[in-house]
Each structure stands twice: as structure tokens, then as C-alpha cells.
């Protein structure tokens, strides 16, 4: 080590406790004031995801004019690390380090990658769009900058969530976890609602310089958010020599981790519920508009109706599972609820009263904030204390990727109905064709959850 | 070594905490170093040097 790096590190030795992100010891209480901290990463994580899916895409096309398959390409490239949640989750889960943390280093680093992704994400895109001199450069310049800084924005956003979830439930004890849940919910949804009015406010006169301008303002508010979240958040605990190391093979700890109380179904009643409730995103604004001739500003209303729908829907969820009632039991009755509400939306054109998709909005936002609640909590609650990242960064992927394909095959189913059908009917048929699946979907989810429902029951009594 | 679990300094950390803490400061510059560079290449071609 040559003496600058000594220097440097008799800095840290010399350092006060109160300059140094880690908590004195592992308090078994988490007042709320310190789990709102916490819950910022999940406002960062929103303000990035709102960036990639909401501004930047519309900016892309119409300012920046880049040809829309391209820019769905682009939007989609972050979803490529969501099955990696698992893995994520799971390093940290066995991480070495001479402070005894397994969360910090990685929510570090996914911070850190998510800040790169978004300073060279504004000269990417402005590059990605041949403006300026990017015109004398060949075209893979551009498409190679921009995927490489989505790439970095996914890869952050993904570690930190599901690193940072982790972290939440290593912190909180069983009984408050519904707490902590909604919670988590709640910022994120926060986060993504307030940052797209901001980034809307602020990129109102757009110019290449307000757009750099922006998109660095998010990283660093990234990089902000995150340490005040994770400052004196996991406790120190010196590792003792000879500790028996955890089960350091991603392959072994999958099968033992597939082995706990019907893992799979689990998984794939969380996969099948979360395609039912994402798949109609892109889809309702359109068919406000096109099909029940809503006006612009009352299709936009849609957006907050299905925010205000999830917003009671985790407070709801929060209250009754803080009472002890079973998570599984509260994401199916969030699936019980979807149901009747793609029935409303679909009814709502024949029967010419947009009050009923007014309703069938709120309820959907409603029965996915129960859904998704009654999941991750499951999801927490069922995690061995060992697994806690992989069990949360199996749920991430499976989540994440779920949405992720869902919005996309919506997308694409509609298309295809449209097309193949062009009579007079065929524009409301295409809609309702996805909002069918949904429903279906729905179905599929509530049978594969009855096993375990049923047995939790049985358990209870 | 027997000493790196010992607590040194104010701050209470042992060497061992140190030298991590130092490796994560070290590695973390590199990075950041690297996006940079990154961004200024991006930049440079969009404008070089705003020119």
C-alpha cells in the first residue's frame, strides 16, 4: 500500500463514530422516523424508473425525434437485469466484509451505477438523436451511448431496490413488516408522481441544455436520496474468525431456497397477478380517448385516479395485515377485486357511461395496491433470515419482469386484434380483447393462491 | 495478524475496517473516473467543446 493510501486511511481511523455510515448497534426497534429514511431508495427508484418509462420516452420521439422502435428498444434494455434480481439478492446474502454488512457495499455500488447511467444518459441521448456534430459520427455511436447508459440506469435501479428491500426486511421485525410494506409502496409511488410533474415543469421549454440540465439533476438527487436513506441504517458486527460461511453456490441456495413452503407457486401466483394488474398500462389512456372519447386532460385524471386507487389500497392493506391477518389471503382479495374492475372498464363502452371506467380505474389501482402489498409481505415474512436478498431478489424478478413483459404484450396484443379485424367494432374489440386476458389472468392467479390460503387457514385453526 | 481486529483510533474501526473502507473509497474513484470520461466523450461528439 504506498503512503498516500495510508494516509488516507488513518483519516477513517481518526474519524468520529458520527462521520461514519453505520449505526452503533443494531437497535431491535425501527421508530418510523428512521424507516421513512430508509424508504427514500424507493423514491429514487421511482424517480428513475418514471424518467426511463414516462419523460425520457416522450422526449425521445417528439423533441428529440428518434424513431419510436428505437426508442422502445431502449426503454426495454433495463429490464434485461431483472431476473438478475435473484442474483443480486442473493451476493449480498453472503457477502464478506470486515464491518459484518451484506446490504450497504451493494446498495453503494447500485447507486453509484445508477448516478453514471443517468450523467451520460442527457449527451447519449442527445448524441442517440444525430443532433449537434453527432451527425459526422456513424449511427452505432449513438444507439451504443444511449444503451449503455439504460443499461447502467437498470442495472443501479434493480441492485439498489432489490438490496434495499433486503435491507428492510433484515430491519424490521415480523409484526411491523405491513408497516414497512406500505410504506415502500407508498414512496415509490410518491417518487414517481412527484418527479414526472417536476420533470414536466422543468422540461416545459425543452432545449438540449434544460435536458442535461434535468437528467443530472435526478443523478444527483440519486446519489442524495440513497445516502440519507442507508446513513447509520445496518449495524456493525465485527465478523468472528472461524464464522461458518454461508452457502456461498447461487445453485445450491436456489434449491434449498425452492424447497421452503411452496416457493414456486408462490412465485407464480406473484408472476401471474402482477401481468394481470400491468398489462392494461399503456392501454387506458388510449382507450379513454379513442373508444369513450374522454378529453385529454380527463384521460390524464386516469393516471391519478389509478395512484389514488393504489394509495388506499396499501393503506387498507397496511391496517388489516398489521392485525395479523395473512398476506396471501389480502393479495387475493386484491385479485377478487380486479376482476370486477376489468369488467366495469369493458362494460363501460357499451353501456356509454364513463363513470363505470372512472370506477373500474379506481379499482384497479385499488385491487394492485392490495395485491402487490399482500406479496411483498408474504414475500418478507416467508424469507429465511440467511436468504432474506434472495428471497426479495426472487420476488423483484419475477415482479419486475412480469410488468415489464405484460406492458409490453398488451401492447402487442392490441395491435394484433386491431389489425386483424378492421370492421367497425374492431377498435373497442382489441381493448377489451387485453382486459379479457387480464381477467383470465387474474382467475389463474386466485387458483394457484387458493393452496396456499387454504392452508394457512387450516394452520390457523 | 493478530492486531487487525483491534480497534484503532477515535473511530473505532479496526485495520481491517479501515483498509475496506479505503478499497471501497479507491474503487468507487475509479468508477466515477471512468463515467467521466464516458460523459465527455459523449459530449465531445455531440459538441466539441461547444464549438
Known sequence: MNRVSRRVMNVWTELGP????????????????????????????????????????????????VPS??????????????????????RSDIHQSAFGWRRVPYIFRGTMVQFGGLTTMPFALLVLSGGGNASHYPMWVGDFGAAVSFLLVGAGLHTTQTVGLALATDLAPTESRPKVVGLMYVMLLAGMIVS????????????????????????????????????????????????????????????SFVQGERAIRRLFAIGLGTMAFSMEDVLLEPYGGQILHLTVSSTTKLTATLAVGGLVGFWLASRVLSRGADPFRMAASGAMVGVP????????????????????????????????????????????????????????????????????????????????????????????????????????????????????????? | MADTDEKVGPSGLTLRQAEELHASLVEGTRIFFCFAVFAHLLAYIYSPWLH
Open chain 1, 18 to 65: 458520527r462521520f461514519l455510515p453505520f449505526a452503533d448497534a443494531a437497535t431491535p426497534d425501527l421508530p418510523l422516523s428512521r424507516l421513512l429514511r430508509l424508504s427514500l431508495f424507493q423514491v429514487s427508484v421511482g424517480m428513475a424508473l418514471v424518467l426511463l418509462v414516462g419523460t425520457l420516452n416522450r422526449v425521445m420521439i417528439v423533441e428529440l425525434g
Open chain 1, 69 to 90: 422502435s428505437l426508442v422502445a428498444i431502449m426503454i426495454s434494455l433495463p429490464l434485461i437485469f431483472a431476473p438478475f434480481r435473484a442474483l443480486i439478492g442473493f
Open chain 1, 196 to 255: 414526472a410533474l417536476l420533470f414536466g415543469a422543468f422540461l416545459a421549454n425543452f432545449s438540449p441544455f434544460r435536458l442535461i440540465q434535468v437528467v443530472q439533476a435526478s443523478a444527483l438527487a440519486t446519489i442524495i436520496l440513497n445516502i440519507v436513506a442507508l446513513w447509520k441504517q445496518e449495524g456493525v458486527r465485527i465478523p468472528k474468525l472461524h464464522e461458518p460461511r454461508p452457502e456461498a453456490n447461487f445453485t445450491q441456495a436456489w434449491a
Open chain 1, 341 to 461: 374492475a376489468f369488467a366495469l372498464v369493458i362494460l363501460a363502452a357499451p353501456s356509454h357511461l364513463p363513470l363505470f371506467f372512472g370506477v373500474g380505474t379506481l379499482l384497479i389501482g385499488f385491487g394492485a395496491g392490495l395485491f402487490g402489498h399482500g406479496t411483498l409481505t408474504a414475500t418478507m415474512n416467508a424469507a429465511p433470515a440467511d436468504q432474506a436478498g434472495l428471497a426479495l431478489g426472487a420476488w423483484g424478478a419475477v415482479q419486475a419482469s412480469g410488468a415489464g413483459v405484460a406492458v409490453a404484450l398488451g401492447g402487442i396484443i392490441h395491435d394484433i386484434v386491431a389489425h386483424a379485424n378492421d370492421g367497425q367494432n374492431s377498435a373497442a374489440m382489441a381493448y377489451d380483447t387485453v382486459y379479457s386476458i387480464e381477467i383470465i389472468l387474474l382467475f389463474g392467479a386466485l387458483l394457484t393462491m387458493a393452496p396456499l390460503c387454504v392452508k394457512r387457514l387450516a394452520a390457523s385453526r
